[in-house]
């Protein structure tokens, strides 16, 4: 649940509740006024009656003119009768007030009535000589007076409803404003989350965000320093890494391979001498001879892991392709399409070995774990930005990468290299896996 949404809900239920407590004294408060305005106006008409009972005391006989009750609707608190003794009504003063004006609700008119004591009826006899001419009949009615109350009600909780809604509004409007700046907070984490290490919180009005954005920014530039250094640090290994097996493919050829290249030469000169001189030793010449050739060719191949010599001598392109086509070979029940178009130019060592052995390792990647039928391999030159790259294209067909499956150092390895000189690479995994690198050229 979003902030706003929470504020505005809390907001509305302490709106709600002060509603509620103000409804409760509204009712309060409309009905002690009923009641005052009720017994007031039957404490003056019995005051009145009384006293016109008074003034006429010689009344005989009564009808519609004894007290004119008709021109009394004014009194609209109060019912006002005027029965014979058979209880038949002679007068009244609610005949023009048989309909009232925004009548209050009947649930409204229910609660008034259950909050307040039950409306006793007056009573005032007539007499003349002893003899009772008939009554009036004087009852509470508050149904003006709730009418009024509830009209007063309405009104209040009308401005009470627009106070809520722009209250709400007003929070919506308040908090929007106070959390723009969490959007920009949250472009910056995404931005880092992809990998983008420039990326910097503009300052904020709000001390608060202002403290956070700082705070952000120097973690940032820390973080960026310490990869920064990092790749350096990786970098430098890596290219020690290729010095020691350079030198190391250098004593390998120049020693260990003429040593071989002579204990063959001298095998095959003692093979030769033996036809004559010394038959019994031409078997163990023969065995010699083919020792060495096999120690030759894991020499060669050795060299060829350690340091392709085609890489130093003819360039990126045809070291590439001396890699993709024996393994081709290796591999003929998977389908291998490549595609190499780097016009030959050469480029320094470092971005060699590196295009190199991110190829490398794919394929071994591939032989490995992927059960692969058909690998696309694509490595050409790019224009982008004003920049040349090696963009770099490996796909294959096979199960993709597995969260649970460890391919040990050659993943992270390889985005080290590309990644140590100012490269990108993607991995993506869908029906197969895809590599894609670019490499600047510099």
């Known amino acids: 649940m979003s902030l706003k949404l929470r504020l505005n809900i809390l907001i509305t239920l302490l709106l709600l509740g002060i509603l509620i407590l103000g409804g409760i004294f509204s009712l309060n408060n409309a009905r002690q006024n009923a009641i005052a305005e009720i017994r007031s106006a039957e404490k003056l008409v019995l005051y009145l009656l009384e006293d016109a009972t008074i003034k006429n005391k010689n009344i005989r006989h009564i009808d519609k003119n004894t007290f004119n009750l008709q021109y009394l609707g004014h009194m609209r608190h109060i019912r006002i009768e005027l029965i014979d003794t058979e209880g038949k009504q002679i007068d009244s003063n609610s005949a023009k007030f048989s309909e009232i004006e925004d009548e209050a609700p009947y649930l409204f008119v229910k609660i008034l009535n259950h909050l307040s004591s039950k409306w006793e009826s007056s009573t005032l006899p007539l007499f003349y000589d002893g003899k009772q001419l008939g009554s009036l009949i004087i009852t509470p009615d508050p149904s003006y007076e709730y009418a009024e109350k509830w009209k007063q009600l309405k009104a209040l909780m009308n401005l009470v409803f627009l106070f809520f809604v722009l209250v709400n509004i007003t929070v919506t409007w308040v908090v929007s404003l106070a959390l723009k700046p969490t959007e920009k907070i949250y ?9 983008n290490l420039d990326t910097r919180l503009p300052p904020f009005k709000t001390v608060e965000l202002e403290r956070i954005g700082q705070k952000f920014n120097e973690m940032v530039a820390q973080l960026q320093s310490s990869i920064q250094q990092n790749h350096r640090l990786s970098q430098e ?3 020690l890494q ?5 030198k190391l493919a250098r004593d ?5 391979g003429q040593c071989l290249t002579a204990i063959n030469t001298d095998a095959t000169v003692i093979m030769r001498a033996s036809e004559n001189k010394y ?7 023969l065995a010699i001879s083919e020792l060495s050739k096999h120690l030759m060719e894991l020499v060669r191949g050795l060299l060829q892991t350690l340091r392709p010599s085609v890489l130093d001598e003819l360039g990126l392109q045809s070291a590439l392709e001396d890699l993709i086509i024996p393994w081709k070979k290796r591999h003929a029940d998977i389908d291998v399409q490549y595609h190499l178009d780097l016009d030959n130019h050469l480029f320094n060592d470092q971005i060699n070995i590196a295009a190199y052995r991110l190829l490398q390792e794919a394929l071994t990647n591939i032989t490995k774990h992927a059960l692969a039928t058909k690998v696309t391999i694509a490595v050409n030159i790019e ?12 796909e294959d067909n096979g199960v993709g990468l597995n969260s649970n499956q460890t391919f040990g150092l050659g993943l992270p390895g390889m985005k080290e290299r590309i990644v140590g000189l100012d490269g990108k690479i993607n991995f993506t995994s869908q029906d197969g896996t895809t590599i894609e690198a670019w490499i600047p050229i510099k």
């Not at 038959?279 to 010449?285: Q, R």
């Open 237 to 239: 290994l890596i290219n």
């Open 187 to 195: 472009a910056a984490l995404k931005d880092l989350e992809d990998g």
């Open 383 to 394: 224009s982008r930005a004003k920049q040349k790259w090696i963009h770099i294209f490996i």
């Open 279 to 285: 038959p019994e030793l031409k078997h163990s010449a």
């Open 242 to 246: 290729e010095e020691e097996r350079k």
């Open 252 to 256: 390998l050829h120049d020693e260990f």
